[in-house]
């Protein structure tokens, strides 16, 4: 009973309070216009190696794509520090403003391009698609693993003729899907002719957009593989340290050296980001020592690139924690990420935790297969003590190195 006429109350309020309520209303909408003039829309570049599109205006949303430097992009709202770009009609993003460069006001709308020409060649490389376009235009690629795709989706173009034509030498794509998903958002879908890709990279300039596809792995053999390896932190940067001292960046060293050396004795090509303790870049802030980083480890004819990294725990009881875990991004890494960790954790003897999905920034670029592993944790004052001994950093390197040979072992002989 009670119960009905508060709901009743709720459902009828009298006109008295709906008059107040409005005329509350109309002087909060009046303030926040005198304060807050309307954002008149305007372009913007982005000026970052790597700048961030995400679903909303904060670093806590995710991102949609991520755009090389050099792209004019229509911003036409600003919210917290974020441009608001609309991409298509419907599907807009948020940009961070230390991302982006403000272009001159008298900079126009990009208007929609026609996309006429598609054709996909055979190179040394791979495959190349070239999209016959004026101006650079923003995209994104995503991957699929079952069945191996590429999807192309180009904003701001309008596919003026369906036609794709792939040239005899084109050994990496069997069937091009090409469709309008609506106006101003063009999208290709690139179904692939092997399982397990190698990476692909997009390079837009002089009127023409290009998607580099790189070929399969053709042999199992490691001889003349080229393996980028990250030995995580170093210099300033201790990475987590242990209860007793022991620094993380020390043992990552230690095992990426003992790795090195397994490796090249198989005929691989090892290339390390560091071999001694020191940073990779200037050092000067985190993240653009990530971005050295992440920038030295982008080589074309890399093979697969692996981050050593041990573990800690960040808060509650350090002890707590201990094991193995392996971390990829992009879908082709899940595949060694999964081998990498199996291997790794029967070799060392830890507890196979998890492999795991994460945007750590050394995995976020989509060139060539990236896995990073925590080894063990150096903050457990067991696996800690362990840390202390070759041993462990030979057990590391030697569970590391079988990984790297099952992986090319399985996917010489998937295709
Ligand atoms: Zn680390």
């Not at 030995?231 to 242990?242: L, Q």
């Not at 924690?321 to 890494?333: L, Q, V």
Request: include cysteine; proline fraction near 6%.
């Amino acid at each position: 009973m009670i119960a009905c006429e508060v709901y009743a109350c709720l459902r009828m309020p009298s006109t008295r309070y709906f008059a107040a309520g409005r005329a509350l209303v109309l002087a909060i909408v009046l303030a926040c216009a005198a304060s807050a003039p309307a954002f008149a829309a305007r372009a913007v570049v982005t000026t970052e190696p790597r700048t961030d599109l995400r679903t909303g205006p904060s670093k806590a949303h995710n991102r949609i794509t991520v755009l090389p430097p050099g792209i004019t992009l229509w911003a036409n709202d600003f919210v917290d520090g974020f441009y608001r770009i609309p991409l298509a009609p419907i599907l807009h993003a948020w940009v961070s403003q230390g991302h982006v460069r403000p272009l001159d006001r008298s900079v126009a709308c990009p208007a929609v391009q026609s996309l006429r020409d598609i054709s996909v060649k055979g190179i040394e490389a791979g495959s190349v698609v070239v999209l016959r376009i004026a101006r650079p235009v923003a995209f994104r690629v995503t991957q699929g693993i079952q069945p191996p795709t590429l999807t192309l989706d180009l904003f701001g173009v309008r596919l003026a003729r369906y036609g794709v034509r792939q040239l005899p030498s084109d050994r990496c794509t069997w069937a091009i899907e090409a469709e309008q998903v609506t106006d101003g958002w063009a999208r290709l879908t690139f179904n692939l002719t092997f399982a397990q890709q190698r990476g692909w990279r997009v390079a837009q300039g002089d009127g023409s957009l290009q998607l580099l596809i790189r070929r399969p792995y053709e042999t199992a053999s490691l001889s003349g593989k080229v393996i980028v390896i990250d030995p995580g932190h170093g210099g300033s940067d201790s990475g987590a340290v242990g209860p007793t001292g022991v620094r993380e960046k020390t043992v990552n060293l230690r095992i990426a050296a003992k790795l090195k050396s397994l490796l090249e004795g198989r005929g691989a090509v090892v290339r390390m980001l560091r071999d001694t303790d020191s940073a990779v870049g200037s050092g000067s802030t985190q993240r653009a020592e990530l971005e050295a980083r992440l920038a030295a480890s982008d080589q074309p004819d890399a093979d697969l690139f692996l981050s050593v990294h041990n573990n800690a725990v960040g808060s509650g009881n350090a002890a707590s924690a201990y094991g193995t875990e392996t971390y990829y991004w992009s879908p082709m890494s899940a595949l060694p990420a999964r081998i990498m960790q199996n291997h790794l954790s029967a070799s060392l003897g830890t507890k196979n935790r998890f492999i795991s999905w994460r945007p750590f920034y050394v995995l976020r670029s989509s060139d060539v297969p990236r896995v990073l592993v925590e080894c063990a944790f150096v903050s457990n004052p067991t696996e800690e003590a362990r840390m202390k001994s070759e041993k462990f950093a030979t057990a590391a390197a030697n569970g590391l190195a079988m990984g790297v040979e099952e992986f090319f072992q399985i996917v010489a002989n998937v295709d």
